[in-house]
């Protein structure tokens, strides 16, 4: 038998108790709980138990009849409804020049199930893609692009090779080479003025590193819209007259600064040198999502050592009245934060040669493993060399983003393939397992499974079908506490548990 249980009594008895009430306990205040409550189709039975819990069993023909509702009208009518209309969603936000690496597996994935999430509860949301892609690098890239591709049309994605390699050789030029580093500087000047033939080299470079990055985003199949730093840079300067009208800008040491209560530092919005900084481009990023896209809640996914930097922005835009003082009300803005990717050392996760583990290696490692598996289970004899090819992509690019999902964000997590990709456990590959065992079961059947759903009735009888069915109704609670704490943890314990009690289900109640 499956109930809801209520410990409601026990407060009330410690609210009322010795103020003149006629209840001895709080067992008889359960009683009255449980006479009072209403007539309804959910409630079976009702009963006090202990020291006045009071148990209310759900009627198996309601949870039967809203399962079967779930199954007719689709899983999206069970959305949860948010207040919220419109949200940007920043996650990812790669360096241009520079390669993905691990941790922006983290970011790309988060945010990437937000999104989804969001936009299951009716949400638009806007996908950003926040790229480094402005600021003094780019001055000694483009002048080493310069001098390695005299012909400007020579410069190419195979030409240039690696753009990890072509940033470390332009950094060395700029380190070691004081006349070097003198026309970097200059390049950096020519391309912030506009100049022609800097802004087509600084617009190639952002070119051949977005293609890219677009490979791994098609691997994991996440959809992005690019509005890199350079996007808001026009807007900065008003954005600063306008915070400097209010009165909330200050001189301090040569810099224009807010000064945010509670922090011993200022957010520096223009440097003594006069040049801007992630402040500034933040600040206008922030004022164009929710003046020019109209956004309600803005969500940042990011690692957490950037927590203290969004607290101070997010401070800034309060006191500027761009952000309600309240964040249970809109418009909002909130820093997800996610904790470091470890290795078995428990440090942070790096090759053999002490360097960030590169995105495209780890999604390749996972693929080449779950092939590996596939074909020691005589798979390659079963399949064409595509149908292996697709099953492992899917298998491992979907084990990596679940062991990454699993884990509360907050905390570091090590990593491990063989975990990964084990089929026992709370992993991607177990309820993957769980997936094919009910497709198997309708396939088999030689159902018309959607004339099924308006024909065919559910009945609850044992026990596992209703720990199941129960289960199945927890759905939309879930989605929105996941949403409310921006925790996407929350919907794979859940999916775990739902495999769990499917697997107990498929066990003791077999089709015949």
């Known amino acids: ?49 202990g020291p006045g819990f009071v148990n209310v069993v759900l009627s198996k023909n309601w949870m039967a009849k809203n399962i079967q509702k779930m199954l007719v009208d689709g899983i999206e ?11 940007v969603v920043d996650f990812s936000s790669p360096n241009i020049a520079k390669e993905m690496h691990v941790g922006h597996l983290r970011s790309t994935i988060i945010g990437d199930s937000l999104a989804r999430m969001l936009e299951f509860s009716n949400v638009e949301v806007l996908r950003r893609n926040h790229v480094g892609d402005w600021g003094t690098q780019f001055g000694m890239l483009i002048e080493y692009l310069f001098e390695k591709f005299p012909n400007s049309e020579d410069a190419n994605e195979t030409a240039i090779g690696e753009l990890q390699e072509f940033y470390r050789r332009s950094k060395n030029r700029f380190d070691s080479d004081p006349a070097f580093k003198e026309r970097a500087q200059q390049a950096v000047v020519r391309l912030q003025s506009g100049e022609p033939k800097y802004h087509e080299a600084w617009a190639q470079i952002c070119e051949i590193s977005r293609k890219e990055f677009d ?65 500034s ?53 909130s820093h997800v934060g996610f904790g470091l990717v470890l290795g078995e050392d428990g440090k942070r996760l790096r090759t053999r040669f002490s360097e960030v583990v590169r995105l495209v290696d780890l999604l390749d490692e996972a693929k080449n493993r779950s092939k590996a598996v596939l074909i ?48 026992k456990g709370n992993t991607a590959v177990y309820l993957l397992y769980a997936h094919a065992r009910i497709c198997s079961i ?49 919907v794979c314990e859940y999916l775990y548990n739902l495999s769990e009690y499917f697997t107990r289900f498929y066990s003791n109640c077999q089709v015949q």
């Open 1 to 49: 038998m499956l109930l809801e249980c209520s410990n409601n009594a026990m407060g009330l008895w410690s609210k009322i108790k010795g103020k003149g009430t006629e209840f001895k306990g709080p067992q008889p205040v359960g009683q009255a709980i449980m006479k009072n409550l209403p007539p309804s189709e959910m409630i079976e039975s009702c009963s006090v138990a």
């Open 215 to 279: 490979k791994v985003y098609k691997r994991l199949r996440v959809d992005l819209e690019e509005k890199g730093e350079s996007f808001y840079n026009p807007y900065i300067p008003g954005v600063i007259d306008e915070l400097s009208k209010q009165g909330l800008v200050e001189e301090s040491q040569g810099a224009r600064v807010i000064f945010i209560e509670g922090v011993n530092i200022p957010l520096i919005i223009v440097k003594s040198d006069g040049g801007f900084n992630y402040a």
């Open 376 to 423: 020691e289970r005589g798979k390659d004899k079963e399949w064409t060399e595509e149908e292996l090819e697709q099953t492992a992509e899917a298998v491992g690019y979907g084990a990596a983003k679940y062991f990454d999902l699993k884990n509360n964000r907050l905390t570091n997590y090590t990593f491990s393939f063989d975990q990964m990709l084990n089929d």
């Open 442 to 490: 309708i396939r088999k059947s030689g159902k018309d499974i959607e004339e099924l759903k308006k024909t065919g009735s559910l009945v609850l009888d044992h026990a596992d079908e209703r720990a199941l069915g129960l289960h199945l109704l927890h759905f939309s609670e879930v989605i929105e506490e996941a949403l409310t704490n921006l925790l996407p943890n929350v």
């Open 77 to 87: 009518t069970w959305a949860p409804k948010l207040r919220v209309k419109k949200a």
């Open 281 to 333: 481009t933040d600040l206008a990023a922030l004022w164009y999502r929710l003046n020019e896209e109209k956004a309600e809640w803005i969500i940042y996914v990011t690692d957490v050592g950037q927590q203290l930097h969004f607290d101070m922005v997010f401070s800034a835009a309060k006191r500027a009245g761009w952000l309600s003082a309240d964040d249970s009300t809109y418009p909002k803005a």
